[in-house]
């Protein structure tokens, strides 16, 4: 209960510990009023000013609490638990180098939980410092030797460092310890080869695009060098000829649609990430996004399609026939299905890699497109993407429904 005095510091001082007394207690709302009116009376008070951007972080309300945050532990560095809410807050809002540097300070003061370790392998991970974030995560298991999801994040950067028998270990040390057994399944045969998934889970691929929507089309560009939407349609941009509906499949930010958007006349789109989607709407480019997996909206309208482009897309996909028979239902006569594969030379019809991508067999792809009377108008070879500074290359295909 707060003080009756006219004194401003004294009501401040009563009201701080309120807040303190309802943060303790799990009641964050009375926290954060007792918190501002404190700070209302103690304008600047690093200490309150903490305890406030605490609060706010734990509320989810990240750049509030970045604000609060800055100002509090530049005036009294000495506030580990303030360093580590201003680590985690810059990292919901994707602010990854600053949110490194606000971890570590923390994680130096002795706030080292396993929770935080995990946060900042992950930051370094997105920063492209995997080795470092190795060491961040085997912090983390020092602390929590039973942390499925640190075995799990162990998994995935040994894959990285083409550690794969060390990979395999931590993947089946996160499944014994709760960790989804489907996904991780998933990760095992990527690594092991011996089988291969007809399709990946789907929370692998849309976690996937979801975490990299932020800076997607630098990282896709700049970082892996990546081409594929390009030379797939440069050659229908060459040709001018009009497509009154495109359908994009997998659209991500709208690479594809921004290529061909002078020849359609309508451009619909689908992807399994809710932030793409949010993204693709946000271009202006299309009719309708859908936010869905790619058989539930091809079979949605029965509206003919003039161009059904898959750009890099099916290397998340896996196996294709239901794809393909869905894609032969929407094309219109005399329509274009232009698509590109991750080459695979070896006996299977599809291959899933250490990548986590699915390679394809070129005999598959011609014995899906004789089955649904596709006739392939057009198919090379070019480069994909790079991969650690290493040339993908790819198959690409434009495919033709005879008049």
């Not at 926290?31 to 706010?56: C, E, H, K």
Request: aromatic share 8%; charged share 20%.
């Amino acid at each position: 209960m707060t003080l009756a005095t006219n004194d401003p510091l004294a009501r401040a001082r009563a009201l701080f510990f309120d807040g303190t007394a309802h943060f303790e207690a799990g009641r964050l709302e009375a926290a954060r009023d007792s918190f501002a009116a404190a700070l209302a009376l103690a304008p600047g008070r690093p200490s309150i000013q903490a305890n406030l951007g605490v609060t706010l972080f734990r509320m989810e309300q990240w750049a509030q609490a970045v604000a609060l945050l800055e100002p509090a532990v530049a005036a009294e560095p000495e506030q580990p638990d303030a360093w580590l809410a201003l680590g985690l807050s810059l990292k919901a809002l994707g602010h990854w180098l600053p949110a490194e540097q606000a971890l570590q300070k923390g994680l130096d003061q002795g706030r080292g939980t396993a929770q935080a370790w995990l946060a900042l392998a992950h930051i370094q991970e997105r920063l492209g410092r995997e080795v470092a974030a190795l060491q961040a995560v085997e912090r983390a298991l020092q602390l929590e030797p039973e942390s499925a999801e640190a075995w799990s994040a162990r998994g995935g950067l040994l894959l990285l460092a083409h550690l794969q028998d060390e990979a395999v270990r931590s993947f089946e040390r996160a499944i014994a310890l709760g960790a989804d057994e489907s996904l991780h399944r998933f990760y095992l045969a990527s690594v092991r080869g011996d089988t291969t998934p007809a399709q990946p889970p789907r929370a692998y691929v849309e976690t996937l695009f979801d975490q990299y929507a932020d800076n997607f089309e630098q990282h896709l560009t700049q970082v892996l060098k990546y081409c594929g939407h390009e030379v797939l349609l440069q050659p229908l941009v060459d040709a001018g000829r009009a497509y009154p509906l495109v359908l994009d499949l997998g659209c991500g930010s709208g690479l594809c649609a921004r290529m061909v958007q002078a020849q359609a006349g309508a451009i619909d789109g689908v992807d399994v990430s809710a932030a793409m989607v949010t993204q693709a709407r946000a271009t202006g480019l299309y009719r309708r996004v859908e936010h869905a997996d790619l058989l539930p909206f091809l079979a949605s309208s029965d509206e003919p399609a003039d161009l059904v482009m898959a750009a890099d897309v099916f290397i998340y996909v896996g196996a294709l026939d239901a794809v393909f028979e869905a894609v032969r239902r929407r094309l219109r006569p005399g329509g274009c299905f232009a698509f590109s594969v991750e080459r695979h030379d070896g006996p299977q019809d599809l291959q899933l890699l250490p990548s986590m991508r699915y390679a394809h067999a070129p005999t598959y792809v011609q014995r899906l497109a004789d089955a649904q009377g596709l006739r392939v108008r057009r198919q090379w070879e070019g480069l994909l993407r790079q991969d650690q500074d290493r040339p993908i290359p790819g198959l690409y295909f434009h495919l033709e429904l005879p008049a």
